[in-house]
């Protein structure tokens, strides 16, 4: 056994030294060959928008404890946007193309992306858009450009919005497993479909005012970049009115049905170059590396921290998709106790999550703003628990499609009982006084227990209402009013109060500048997200020579597939209360 024993050691030790070995290979390689990606922009380039796989405001910093090793990502949208401005500037750039755009973006991401194309043409540089095929989301981006082309056997999808929810009241009955819900919020629902077979009448209420809230923001950008009253518009997606590209052009939703090479020839004839000789082009992302390693001026020495909180709450250090106390709490308390740093913008795009880390990201704001201003921008969504930690801040900027709102809580937990008695199972307790056994799996919910959880939910509830009342300036009977658990959009958010003022990360900037009362700063980004060895491993499958454990489950189960078992274990890691958005709103 001894032998055994060594031989296993000896074994696992070889492994651990591969390991360690493969690894550092990978992080000198990234030490000694960071610039063979280097870009070189040439004269007379354009730039390819392709957003495919960009989705995260911020891609993030990583610090490698172990390593002693800092990583710095530049594909999130921040770098995007950052890029497109610096290209406005760059005589070598003469315009943009969005050829075949596959974003999968939110729609606040979007109109911010919209917004700096429309400002980057004011440079007198086109944008042109080419599609083989135009969805809905991607026709509201690629409505900005100067020329917008179709192939001619494509089509356009413009239909105006839906949303759809899977309710599994019946499903529960039928396997014996059911969710027991406690919750506080008429509008609560999140845990609707494990309540119901259908849709409650106020939950079709506010998605009704949602959808048409954020159908009226697209259709009036779109309006205004393509010179379409919004009535036509309107009548276009309910007649289908432009589902063929004949129909698109005819309705003047496109500007031409062409073919891809005719596209390129048309800019190589704006950049007055032969038709026969290729045209310089840049990716988007390399041109964003480029501009994100190269053009901080450290001569300025004031600073605006800003700090992304993305994702659900979850708690611990959190990462670029989960936002956790370590790493917003470090940031926050880097960025007060940096006397460079005269202002903090917190970037809010969350859904929200577990209440008891919203308080305590609540907490250390709170702390902060004592020492300096801490405006809040939220993107494509700050709802429930991201509404928690952006409601005291000293300003909130919105944009009119931001999702927000969503002031509840619930508790959720799973219940086996008719599923045990089903197979043969019984559960049998001692106890020693009433309330020492819990919660269990396979019991159905006592009463006691029941009412504990309530009081908890409705202590949270409380909290949160006076959480908000307080950062408002409200009274808890107003915040209450239009509580109860409802989204809005950041335009009807505006009208009750819950936000300041409409507008993206750069009014929410240029606020956070002028009431620091500083004109020339650079901008820091957080969180540096702290990883160990150990995470390192637990994340080996994102190197890119394998795919994700979640891209191979896309492969097997399908797309839809894929979301409903996210909807499942999202409903099992929710522990303890919970203050997250009541349902996920795709825009198609």
């Not at 048409?212 to 379409?228: A, E, F, G």
């Not at 026969?276 to 300025?300: C, E, F, P, Q």
């Not at 919105?398 to 197979?423: D, W, Y």
């Not at 202590?459 to 658990?485: C, H, P, S, W």
Request: some cysteine; overall charge neutral.
């Amino acid at each position: 056994m001894k032998f055994l024993g060594n031989v296993l050691a000896t074994v696992i030790g070889i492994f651990v030294f591969c390991m360690v070995f493969f690894f550092g290979l990978i992080f000198l390689g990234a030490i000694m060959g960071g610039d063979k990606d280097a870009v070189n922009v040439k004269d007379n380039t354009v730039i390819e928008l392709d957003l495919s796989t960009v989705s995260l405001d911020y891609a993030g910093k990583v610090n490698f404890k172990d390593f002693n090793y800092f990583e710095t990502n530049h594909d999130g949208v921040i770098d995007v946007l950052n890029a497109i401005n610096a290209a406005k500037k760059d005589n070598k750039i003469k315009g943009i193309s969005i050829l075949n755009n596959q974003s999968q973006l939110g729609l606040a991401q979007s109109k911010a992306l919209r917004d700096k194309l429309e400002d980057f043409k004011k440079s007198g540089k086109f944008v042109v858009a080419y599609s083989n095929f135009l969805t809905q989301r991607n026709y509201y981006l690629n409505s900005v450009a100067d020329t917008l082309y179709l192939n001619p056997v494509g089509e356009l999808d413009f239909k105006g919005l839906s949303s759809e929810i899977l309710f599994m009241k019946e499903l529960q009955e039928k396997t014996g497993i059911k969710m027991e819900v406690i919750r506080h919020g008429k509008y609560k629902s999140a845990v609707e479909p494990y309540l119901n077979q259908e849709m409650s009448p106020e939950n079709r209420e506010q998605i009704s005012v949602l959808l048409n809230s954020v159908w009226n923001t697209i259709v009036t950008d779109i309006s205004k970049s393509r010179k379409i009253s919004i009535d036509s518009l309107n009548a276009v997606a309910n007649n289908l009115g432009a589902r063929t590209p004949e129909l698109a052009l005819a309705k003047n939703l496109v500007d031409k049905v062409s073919y891809e090479d005719e596209y390129h020839n048309a800019i190589k004839k704006n950049l007055k170059i032969k038709l026969n000789d290729d045209y310089n082009k840049v990716s988007i992302l390399k041109y964003a590396k480029k501009v994100g390693t190269s053009t901080s001026d450290y001569s300025k020495k004031e600073i605006i921290a800003v700090i992304y909180a993305q994702g659900e709450i979850r708690g611990g250090e959190g990462d670029i998709n989960i936002i956790g106390e370590g790493s917003i709490k470090r940031s926050l308390e880097e960025a007060r106790n940096d006397d460079d740093v005269k202002a903090i913008v917190l970037r809010v795009d969350s859904p929200g999550g577990s209440a008891l880390t919203s308080e305590l990201i609540w907490r250390e704001i709170e702390i902060t703003k004592k020492v300096k201003p801490v405006v809040v921008s939220m993107g494509n969504v700050a709802a429930s628990g991201g509404y928690y930690i952006a409601c005291n801040a000293d300003r909130i900027f919105a944009e009119p499609s931001t999702i927000t709102g969503s002031i509840g809580v619930f508790g959720m937990l799973p219940n086996m009982n008719q599923l045990a008695k089903n197979i043969g199972i019984n559960a049998e307790q001692v106890k020693t006084h009433d309330n020492a056994a819990g919660y269990s799996l396979f019991e159905p919910m006592d009463e006691n227990f029941k009412n504990q959880t309530l009081e908890s939910i409705e202590n949270v509830y409380a909290t949160f209402l006076n959480r908000v009342a307080t950062g408002r300036k409200m009274t808890t009977e107003q915040v209450d009013a239009i509580a109860q658990g409802r989204v809005w959009t950041g335009t009807d958010a505006l009208k009750n109060g819950l936000v300041d003022e409409l507008g993206g990360l750069d009014e929410a900037l240029k606020y956070a500048a002028k009431i620091a009362k500083i004109k020339d700063y650079r901008i820091e980004n957080y969180p540096e997200y702290e990883k160990s060895f150990e995470d390192l491993l637990g994340n080996f499958t994102g190197i890119s020579m394998f795919k994700s454990k979640d891209a191979l489950l896309k492969e097997q189960i399908g797309e839809e597939g894929y979301q409903l078992l996210e909807q499942i274990k999202r409903a099992n890691q929710l522990k303890g209360i919970q203050a997250i958005m009541p349902f996920e709103l795709k825009i198609n």
